[in-house]
């Protein structure tokens, strides 16, 4: 039995509170936090506490907060045993100032109040001292099929792979919606090909998928969209993708 | 029963070859090609010919060729009487030179081999004489659940939006497998991150779903994952991407 404590009440730790919840082999000893009002969604099911002094013993210390309070939090824990762990794409392990420290980053987006199965997000680990490694690894194969060992690099790029094809795609899509709505399309229109769009590279290569003007090369069709297209940005946009796309595949000719 | 016949031979001419033999009330009397060695893929359930006199009468004559080749598809078929509609989400309706035409583009990326279910695609319509529309609704309804009745005007700017989410987002999977690539990362990692940002705006709308470091106007994450970017186009993208995000927000303060 791995116990558990959970530092942070925000949408990262309540996806991680589920998950560990019914791992069969996990104790969530107690969560963390200093908002007393986001607290009370954990009560109904373990400890909770505010005070840093009132921090229990575990195994493990999954620190969920924001990346510039991971230190701050970090440093309530200074006398514990256990391995303390941040979940941030983006920090370095070595921020956390402790010797038994590492990374549990689980690569995915959390929506407030979607569940998501953990069992198919990958878990990325890192941890300073060896002899945590078992342990780290044994608790998130507790919840997750796919965990990784991944150093702070690594992870960092990973992390910024993340922001190309989760938030700007993202923005990508809204651009999709602005454009059906001017128009006084339902952006419902668009969602069939979204869909396929991120189902089709589960099969074949992003690089072997690339259609449209851009990659055809037809410059006539290129013109007439942006001649269509009123903000600038947009414009911007599609302007440096139709180069960004032509110079991939000149390159591989 | 309506009768059809398909000329082309390429993807989309397939898919529509697989959607319309699946469909009960519907006929294909025949696939016209200039390419003999395309042809067979249909010989065995259709007649097939690749000389325009050959080509038989049909209540719908759908021609499915690179929009290039659709004016010169059409003159073949000045003496028909059925309606001739192509299927080209840039081009006007009125490129075909014959009084009774019409559009029928289906609004989905189509991959060679791959098979798709037709009833939740989009089929757009379009068509010059009224007497027609309830004809090639009729036949678009023997295949698709979705059929809409869009002008060219708006037809040019779903397309539009079609590049932004399909090809674009695709250009952003393939930056996010080239980042992993090189840091000896299985772009596997990003599948089930990819996935979920493509569900998630099922539910909620892309404006709400946005997230990330641009978002949030945390410009020293934006600064330090400039700063591991090689390639001069990603950092450009990254930078527009950004800018264009913090300016959608701003102007919703």
Same mark, same amino acid.
């Given at each position: 039995?791995?116990? /558990? ?12 509170? !589920?998950?560990? *919840? ?5 104790? =969530? ?12 969604? %954990? ?14 013993? @575990?195994? /493990?210390?999954? $620190? @969920? /907060?924001?990346?510039?309070?991971? /230190? ?21 392990? !070595?921020? *956390?100032? $402790?010797?038994?420290? &590492? #990374? ?15 069992? !198919? =997000?990958?878990?990325?680990?890192? #941890? ?19 965990? +990784?060992? $991944? !150093? ?15 938030? %700007?795609?993202?923005?990508? +899509?809204?651009?999709?919606?602005? =454009?059906?709505?001017?128009? &006084?399309?339902? %952006? ?12 089709? *590279?589960?099969?074949?290569?992003? $690089?072997? @998928?690339?259609? &449209?003007?851009?990659?055809? &090369? ?16 947009? #414009?911007?946009? +599609?302007?440096? %993708?139709?180069?960004? *796309?032509?110079? #991939? ?5």
């Amino acid at each position: 039995m791995y116990s /558990v404590i959970l530092l942070g009440t925000g949408n990262l730790a309540q996806h991680l509170f !589920d998950a560990f *919840i019914s791992a069969p082999n996990v104790k =969530i000893e107690q969560v963390y936090g200093r908002n007393a009002e986001k607290l009370k969604r %954990f009560q109904p099911q373990v400890a909770t506490c505010s005070i840093p002094s009132e921090i229990k013993d @575990a195994d /493990v210390y999954i $620190i @969920a /907060v924001k990346d510039d309070a991971i /230190v701050q939090v970090a440093e309530h824990l200074s006398s514990k045993k256990g391995i303390v762990v941040h979940t941030s794409g983006a920090k370095e392990m !070595d921020c *956390i100032p $402790i010797p038994n420290r &590492g #990374v549990f980053y689980p690569l995915q987006t959390f929506t407030e109040g979607k569940p998501l199965d953990f069992k !198919d =997000i990958p878990v990325c680990l890192e #941890v300073k001292q060896d002899s945590s490694l078992q342990l780290l690894q044994a608790l998130a194969q507790e919840v997750s099929g796919r965990v +990784y060992q $991944i !150093d702070s690099e690594q992870r960092k790029k990973l992390h910024l792979a993340a922001v190309f094809v989760n938030n %700007f795609t993202n923005h990508l +899509y809204h651009i999709g919606e602005d =454009i059906c709505q001017k128009e &006084g399309l339902s %952006f419902s229109l668009l969602q069939p090909l979204i869909q396929e769009t991120a189902k089709k *590279i589960l099969e074949i290569s992003p $690089i072997e @998928a690339q259609t &449209g003007p851009a990659r055809r &090369g037809d410059d006539q069709s290129i013109k007439s969209h942006l001649s269509l297209l009123k903000n600038q940005k947009h #414009v911007e946009l +599609y302007t440096l %993708f139709s180069e960004a *796309i032509k110079k #991939v595949y000149e390159e591989k000719l």
